[in-house]
């Protein structure tokens, strides 16, 4: 680019001049004189103005005149001013208000070369100027298309025309662009001067190409916290992969963005194609495998030569598309993956949100007392049961399920057993024994000779006693047991004495 002055209009001009060595290259002068026409086609004040084209016959250098090579060449507005690019390298990123009312300059501009069928392909921050009165300007039209044009000899199939780290994810993949694909690069634009840096970086343009491709975009305020939550939305839209889920038109995108910098809300459809894109996740591919990110696809690739300047626009191999059902398949798990994690948390989030509280010691209270503290501790009654044998007095609370000094949320049911004041209606299965009914037990029943006891004199006659047929009820003054005569015996024969006189 050089700087020259019309003498005819009395004007300082830009003439941008194809390189020599490129003026040898049929695409490369089929490239230059479109961007003469298309930018001469279109009158908008963002967009630098053509004021004239030719070409200038040169002698080649191998040949000693010989032969002439012509050098194209087009004159321009002149622009006191920089670009954007180096804006950013000088400056840093500026202030939001500042990068949307760019921003909109671009979007205005676009609107005017897609109403007119031109595309730019190549909006980046090195072709944008901002003029010292504030005025910004889109430039370089040089690889722009027309959309009635069939015979595009410049986008062959596999065929990536454009600069890297501004290539929409179908221009990446070598298919056919559109206008959504201007605004696409428009919002990496954005992006880059919200933050300070593009959304993908790589190793070489080929790893920047498949990010554009399949990789998920950062959310522009988690680089930086103050950028609004407006702004993130309409950024996260323009970056959408899905071109029917992009914007579709410049005039939408600038309006959304000028109500997001006034701190109006953005359309429905912008907040609900962000939130989707803001918890999808998209998995690398390719060569972003490299930072750690398996390829679904299993593609190999191999580093381009650099195009030239860093972040230029050059032409390159078109990556290779992976399997679409394998790779649908990866997004699906990943979205499964996403669903399922996301309802751990937030089951975990509400778990951790309720409050729990000590069930209180009301043992000893009545059923009353019992139930107004739970309910003053904000727990509710539960099963309400009778026990016997407690230690507890006829009608107070022997025990609580759960147990006294037991956190649980609010609202749990707390079971009371109330003491019915009486004893076990039976005792421990430990030691069984018969059970009292009020008729005498068996052992107090018992005839003599039902249980006899042996003694150490087998010859001593047992003394004989009433049958229980004939004696039911039998005094125990007047009829001796076997116990009393087994006991007697004892003592040396007191027994038989004792029987004698019984009789």
């Known amino acids: 680019m050089r700087r020259g002055f019309d003498t005819r209009l009395n004007r300082d001009v830009a003439i941008k001049v194809l390189r020599t060595e490129l003026a040898r290259d049929s695409v490369f002068q089929e490239r230059f004189r479109r961007e003469a026409h298309a930018a001469a ?67 205005a501009a676009l609107e005017c070369a897609h109403a007119a069928g031109v595309i730019h392909r190549d909006i980046k921050p090195g072709n944008i100027m901002v003029g010292a009165d504030g005025s910004v300007k889109v430039m370089d039209f040089g690889i722009a298309r027309v959309l009635d044009t069939t015979d595009d000899a410049l986008t062959q199939t596999n065929a990536v025309v454009g600069t890297a780290q501004y290539l929409s994810p179908e221009q990446a993949r070598g298919e056919q662009v559109d206008p959504r694909s201007d605004l696409y690069a428009t919002g990496v634009v954005l992006f880059e001067l919200l933050t300070g840096r593009p959304p993908f970086t790589g190793e070489s343009p080929l790893d920047v190409a498949y990010q554009h491709v399949s990789a998920q975009p950062p959310v522009p305020s988690s680089i930086d916290p103050g950028i609004p939550p407006a702004l993130d939305q309409v950024v996260l839209r323009a970056l959408t992969k899905d071109r029917e889920s992009r914007y579709q038109t410049a005039q939408e995108m600038r309006a959304d963005l000028l109500r997001a910098v006034s701190g109006q809300p953005v359309s429905t459809r912008t907040a609900e194609i962000a939130a989707v894109a803001a918890t999808s996740p998209m998995p690398a591919t390719g060569a972003a495998a490299r930072t750690g990110t398996p390829d679904p696809a299993g593609t190999r690739t191999a580093p381009l030569p650099d195009p030239g300047e860093s972040g230029g626009t050059g032409v390159m191999a078109a990556p290779a598309r992976p399997d679409r059902r394998r790779l649908a398949l990866i997004v699906l ?49 539960g099963e309400v049961a009778t026990v016997d044998g407690s230690s507890q007095e006829a ?14 949320e609010k609202g749990t049911p707390v079971a009371l057993r109330i003491s019915s004041g009486e004893e076990p209606s039976a005792p421990s299965s430990s030691t069984p024994v018969p059970t009292r009914t009020g008729t005498p037990e068996p052992d107090e029943t018992a005839t003599p000779g039902s249980t006899p006891t042996p003694t150490t004199r087998p010859t001593t006659t047992p003394t004989p006693t009433p049958t229980p047929t004939t004696t039911p009820t039998p005094t125990p003054t007047t009829t001796p047991t076997p116990n009393d005569g087994g006991t007697g015996g004892d003592g040396a024969g007191g027994g038989g004495t004792q029987s004698g006189e019984g009789e």
């Open 333 to 381: 798990a990943a979205v499964l993956a996403v669903a399922v994690v996301g309802g751990l948390i937030a089951w975990a989030l509400s778990r951790s949100d309720a409050e729990l509280v000590a069930v209180p010691d009301v043992v000893g209270q009545t059923q009353s007392q019992a139930e107004a503290a739970l309910k003053e501790q904000g727990l509710t009654v």
């Open 395 to 408: 009608g107070r609370v022997d025990s609580t399920d759960p147990s006294a000094g037991i956190s649980v």
């Open 41 to 107: 086609s279109l009158n908008h004040p963002n967009i630098v103005a053509v004021y004239d084209t030719g070409a200038d016959p040169m002698g080649d250098e191998g040949g000693a005149g010989s032969r002439s090579v012509s050098l194209p060449y087009i004159v321009m507005e002149y622009v006191r001013g920089h670009t954007v690019k180096q804006a950013l390298a000088e400056d840093g990123a500026p202030r939001p208000a500042e990068a949307v009312r760019i921003i909109a300059g671009v979007l």
